[in-house]
């Protein structure tokens, strides 16, 4: 007999693994940042390679990272490499040069490449990017194709590192949704290491399907997940309990499909108040757990599906 996916799980302990963006402590120093991290007791911590959190094109990359491994394992922190640092390659230009570009699309290639090598040196779950806005002057069919060979491009490096990736769909860019990210992986062949980067938030804004649905459709293909509150049609990333998701569903069906990796807070404006946002962020979430409520939550899914 197969053991339960939370067979030996203390009472009320959560059965999701919590984890909190960096891009969210933008005035801490690295290491302040996760120790506040680790110490609010949080199980990982989603790293977006900037300026100034282990800019991966600054001298002594590999020291660097070798040191923050140590560091994580110290903390016991797992990790998630995130690549949506806004002014890293260019900084009059927010996101640019993205896969799309007319010129600078080598530039983000190299960038993606050193963020797959970061993350086989620290072991991360998976190195998560997304597509890019289209510029007004591009054709549709061009940008699509430059998208393509540029996933390729970087695939091809997290197959030969032994890295997963996870492709953000994002509001607002070629790739929005997770039908477009459907077409995407199946233009590239459906390469193993093509997962699915899901932003809980993104799926109430945009998506046609209810948000636990929109987790269900993901299924296997999920690698990493962001979290955070949002309202229909505005993209904005906002705390729990301020925009229109009901979370308890929500992480539900992440039980539900099996996801054991991090569900980390993304809240990349909200670094005035780091400590306190992600204090907050972890106990709403705790309180939502599907561990906190088990046997209510058992009954409320009998009465869902004999309804």
């Known amino acids: 007999m197969t053991a339960p996916r939370d067979a030996g799980r203390a009472p009320d302990e959560p059965l999701l693994r919590y984890g909190f963006g960096t891009n969210g402590f933008a005035n801490h120093r690295l290491e302040d940042a996760l120790t506040v991290i680790a110490e609010l007791g949080y199980d990982g911590v989603a790293l977006t390679l900037d300026h100034h959190h282990l800019d991966p094109f600054a001298p002594g990359l590999a020291a660097r990272t070798a040191a923050l491994a140590r560091w994580l394992d110290r903390l016991g922190l797992g990790v998630i490499i995130e690549t949506g640092a806004r002014y890293l390659l260019d900084p009059w230009h927010k996101h640019e040069p993205t896969l799309l570009a007319s010129e600078g699309r080598e530039l983000r290639v190299e960038f993606l490449r050193r963020a797959v090598a970061v993350g086989a040196d620290l072991g991360a779950q998976a190195v998560s990017f997304w597509a890019g806005v289209r510029p007004p002057e591009l054709d549709p069919r061009t940008a699509w194709d430059r998208l393509v060979a540029g996933c390729a491009e970087v695939v091809d490096t997290a ?149």
């Open 159 to 307: 197959a030969r590192a032994g890295v997963t990736l996870g492709f953000e769909p994002e509001p607002g860019m070629l790739v929005e949704s997770l039908d477009g990210y459907g077409r995407l992986a199946a233009a590239l062949g459906d390469p193993a290491p093509f997962g699915l980067t899901l932003d809980i938030g993104h799926c109430r804004c945009l998506e046609p399907y209810p948000v636990p649905e929109c987790v269900r459709r993901a299924g296997g293909r999920l690698v990493n997940v962001q979290i955070d509150d949002m309202r229909r049609g505005t993209h904005e990333h906002l705390e729990f309990g301020t925009g229109e998701i009901d979370f308890p569903p929500v992480l539900d069906a992440l039980d539900e499909v099996g996801y054991r990796g991090l569900v980390a807070v993304e809240l990349p404006r909200h670094s005035h108040d780091a400590p306190g946002t992600a204090r907050r962020s972890l106990d709403f979430l705790r309180s939502c757990d599907p561990a906190a409520h088990p046997a209510a939550r058992r009954t409320a899914r009998r009465e869902e599906e004999t309804a």
